[in-house]
C-alpha cells in the first residue's frame, strides 16, 4: 500500500514525479540535455546508462544538489526546481551509504527525524518499526564497521525511509557490491518496493539490475532519453540501435527494405514482419537465443547457410559463432538442458529465426 505524507500540513504527497525539459550544462559539455519523463505514484523506474550518460545528473536534480540550467521538476504537480534538498523531503541513498561510523545503526536510522525535531518517543516507535521491516531489529545497536556491505545497505536504505518519504531516489546502491549479494540485495530492494508501495527511481549502468528490478526502463545517452518502456519491450524491441547494443547481446544485420520485404547480404530474403514504409537501407535486429543453427538442414535450400567457426561454455548456456557463406558473423546462445545435439566448430549450419523474433531499426 502507498504511504502517504503531509507537507506544511495540508498537501498529501503521493509521489508522482514528472521532469519537464531538464538541461544541465558543465562548461561546454551538455550533461543533461532536454530530458522529459513521467514517473507515477507507487512507480519503480531505472535510469539505465554508460558513465556520462546523464542518469546521475539527473538523479540528482531531482534530489536538489544539482539545479538545472533551464526545465522544471514537479512533485505530485508541485514545482520543487528550485527548493534545496532538505524541503524537498525525498529519500537519497547513495552508493558508499554515507553511514555515520561512529553512530549506532539506531542512531544513524533516527538522524534524519532528530533533524526533523520529531519527539523522542515518536524517534523510538519510527526506528523500530523500519529497522523490522528490513529485518536489522537485532542489530540497532551495532556500529556499520560490525556489519555486512548488504546490512549496511538495509540501513541506508532505513535511513531513508524513516520519515516516511514520497520518493525514493537510489544513486547505484548495489555498485561496490559483489556479483552474488548484489543479485541477492536486487531482490530484496524490490520485495520492500512491493511492501512499502514507494516511488523509486533507480540509476544504474547494470542492464540485469535494471530489467530486474523495473517496472520501466529509461535509458539513457549522451544527457537525453533514448527509449522508456517495459523491461520486456526495451529488451525486444529496442527504440534504436544504442537501445540495441547497450541492452544485452545483439546481431544487427545491415538490410535493404525493398517493396515491404527485408533483403539481407547476397540479396536473400530474411524473415521479419512485412515493412510498410519506404524502401530504405536498414539493420535487422537479433537476440542471440532467438538465432537457431541447425546442422541436419546443411543440405536445404532455406535459411543462412555457414559453419560454425567457434564454442564457448558459460555455464547455463553455450555461445555458438557462425559465419555465412557471405563473410555475415552471428552468435546464437543455446540452453545447456537443450536435448538437441549440439554443432561442432566446423560443423555446416543454416541459421535461421521466426519473423516475430526480429526488430527493423532505422536509425
Known sequence: MLMKATVSGTDVRTGGIALHNLQKRYGSAMAVDEVNLSVSPGEFISLLGPSGSGKTTTLMMIAGFEMPDSGQVLLDKRDITR???????LGVIFQNYALFPHMTVAENVAYPLRMRRIARVEI?????????????????????HQMSGGQQQRVAIARALVFDPPVLLLDEP?????????????????????????????????????LAMSDRVAVMHEGRIRQVSAPKDIYCRPADLFVAGFVGEVNL?????????????????????????????????LRPEHL???KRLARSSGGIHGHITGMTFVGDATTLEFRSESGL????????????????????????????DATILTE
Open 253 to 285: 544485420i545491415p538490410v535493404k527494405l525493398k517493396s515491404g520485404i527485408v533483403h539481407g547480404p547476397a540479396d536473400k530474403i530474411l524473415p521479419a514482419q512485412p515493412w510498410s514504409g519506404a524502401d530504405r537501407d536498414a539493420t535487422l535486429c
Open 174 to 210: 548495489l555498485g561496490a557490491l559483489d556479483k552474488k549479494l548484489r543479485e541477492h540485495l536486487r531482490n530484496e530492494i524490490k520485495t520492500l518496493h512491493k511492501e512499502v508501495g514507494k516511488t523509486m527511481i533507480y540509476v544504474t549502468h547494470d542492464q540485469d539490475e535494471a
Open 83 to 89: 527548493l534545496p534538498p532538505h524541503r524537498r523531503e
Open 329 to 356: 558473423q552471428l552468435t546464437s546462445k543455446v540452453l545447456n538442458v537443450s536435448s538437441e545435439a549440439m554443432p561442432d566448430v566446423g560443423d555446416p549450419c543454416v541459421a535461421s529465426w521466426a519473423a516475430n
Open 292 to 294: 537457431h543453427l541447425d
Open 124 to 144: 523510538e516507535a519510527r526506528v523500530r518499526r523500519i529497522l523490522d521491516q528490513v529485518h536489522l531489529g537485532a542489530f540497532a545497536s551495532r556500529y556499520p
